[in-house]
């Protein structure tokens, strides 16, 4: 099929790819000078401030209205941290201390580091309630489980990120939060009736269009009372009947990252793409996975082959290249906001620690260096794999002697019962000394239940620190509950473990 040249830049101005490395490649450069909209950065192209600024601005140098976008939403997903781990807690942190005043000025603070180095848009805040607690892809980056609680917080967070000239990005529309399965892999269905969902899922959307949020990013997900057979990306009666008639949104719609299974595994990358633009979306992300410029160019040409076919009309087209180009000039018209207090990140991870002491007085703080044992699950996607987190470290460099010892499934699970054989190697290790057992989200996973009762028993003087979605708070001498597994979430559990806090 023969595409025009006009067709094939028309549909670029609608895409967001991704690239390999800390400089942009030739084909990035040539896309953008000829019209791209944008790029999405990840972890992969962020080494140092320095190096990110030069990058955007060299972005910047070939296309001055590309929208350059990023995951940071600070916790478990952070592109700017992840190196490091985060230096400020993630949503679920921030649900539990409730201060309204201090989400924004974390939300200001990560506008301030994204506005220096040149980002357009922040991909947060996640807007899901998470009202199922075996989530497996929302979790902490929720800001809890309450719709109103999540609806004030969403929209203090899009304040304080907006203030400082950085798009927020309400998502995953219409909510991820009551699913059990990771849009990554599979479709997740949400089956709440309408009422419900106008109740829950909702809500926090409503407000935060009435906050002003600039962009709201769709989820991959079945919601059966609005449409049975396409996901709410692909789905016009989700984002054009729901998002902008029912809910009156003008501003952009972005799909998650087209790449993924739910919406990638039966239509494939171009068909879902020109499908999402189709149903609503102005702007499609893809690059996390499949970060290439032969990628690029089959979803172009699916673009313009949809348009040369009739499913997607060309003023359909250029209505979304208009929005697109609409949140760029908003961004370069608007100013920084004010400074926040210094390390509120770390400030913010100690109001969210919660302690349960059960042991006799005199527990805390621990009476000579530990030994820890982490018990690592398996993350999913949009976490980066080997970001560093865990008590372990930060309470070596406050107990010098500490001891640490990090244990994933396939450690644990031996040939006869879950755990057989570790706990004697754990309680030798832990012989005459303290016994902290650090675990992430152990209500998901009975291998870590499983170890983790085994050594109580043994040890009952030990201490629990779950660094996950809290579930029983019963086990331990001292349960502590940090809320999340940003760096500055172990640092302040270390600091009450090591008698600072």
Not at 83 to 96: E, H, K
Not at 127 to 147: C, K, Q, T, Y
Not at 281 to 293: I, Q
Not at 377 to 388: R, V, W
Request: proline share 6%.
């Amino acid at each position: 099929m023969k595409r025009s040249p006009d067709l094939l830049r028309l549909a670029d101005t609608v895409l967001l790819p991704g690239f390999a490395g800390t400089t942009a490649p030739d084909w990035v450069r040539r896309r953008l000078a000829g019209g791209l909209a944008g790029v999405v950065l990840f972890s992969r192209n962020v080494d140092t401030p320095a190096q990110l600024a030069a990058l955007t601005s060299s972005l910047r140098a070939e296309n001055p209205d590309v929208v350059i976008g990023i995951d940071e939403e600070a916790g478990e997903v952070t592109r700017l941290e992840a190196r490091t781990g985060s230096s400020r807690p993630g949503n679920y942190a921030l649900g539990v201390v409730d201060d309204e005043e201090l989400t924004e000025q974390v939300a200001r603070d990560i506008g301030r580091d994204l506005r220096r180095a040149g980002i357009t848009i922040d991909f947060a805040p996640a807007a899901d309630v998470n009202s199922n607690p075996d989530n497996p892809v929302i979790g902490l980056r929720a800001f809890g489980a309450d719709p109103r609680l999540v609806a004030r917080h969403t929209a203090a967070w899009i304040r304080g990120l907006q203030s400082t000239g950085v798009a927020a990005c309400a998502k995953h529309f219409p909510g991820h939060g009551d699913t059990s399965v990771d849009s990554h892999h599979g479709i997740p269905r949400v089956t709440a009736s309408r009422e419900e969902l106008a109740e829950v899922e909702l809500w926090p959307f409503r407000v935060a269009i009435r906050e002003g949020v600039r962009a709201v990013m769709t989820g991959h997900l079945l919601v059966t009372a609005y449409d049975e057979e396409r996901p709410a990306t692909l789905s016009p009666r989700v984002l054009t009947g729901l998002l902008r008639r029912e809910l009156g949104f003008e501003g952009l719609i972005v799909t998650d990252g087209i790449e993924m299974a739910a919406v990638s595994g039966r239509y494939g990358l171009g068909g879902a793409s020109a499908m999402a633009v189709a149903a609503g979306a102005d702007a499609v992300c893809v690059g996390g996975e499949n970060a290439d410029e032969a990628t690029h160019a089959r979803i172009r040409a699916a673009i313009a082959d949809a348009v040369t076919e009739g499913s997607l009309t060309e003023e359909r087209l250029a209505d979304a290249a208009a929005r697109v180009r609409a949140l760029a000039a908003w961004r370069v018209a608007a100013e920084p906001g004010d400074a926040v207090p210094g390390e509120i990140g770390l400030a913010a991870a100690r109001r969210a620690l919660r302690v349960t002491l059960r042991g006799p007085a005199g527990t805390l703080p621990l009476a000579a260096a530990p030994h820890v044992v982490e018990l690592a699950p398996e993350t999913n996607l949009a976490i980066d794999k080997g970001m560093p987190w865990g008590a372990g470290e930060p309470l070596g460099k406050l107990l010098p002697g500490t001891t640490v010892a990090r244990l994933r499934e396939e450690d644990v699970r031996g040939p006869h019962e879950p755990g057989d054989g570790v706990a004697a190697v754990v309680l030798r290790q832990a012989a005459d000394r303290p016994l902290v057992v650090v675990v992430r989200d152990a209500h998901r996973h009975p291998w870590q239940t499983d170890l983790l009762e085994r050594l109580l028993a043994a040890r009952p003087d030990g201490v629990v620190v779950e660094m996950g979605l809290p579930g029983r708070t019963d086990l331990g001498a001292v349960h502590i509950a940090t809320h999340g597994a940003a760096r500055v979430c172990g640092q302040a559990a270390a600091e009450v473990l090591a008698g600072l806090g």
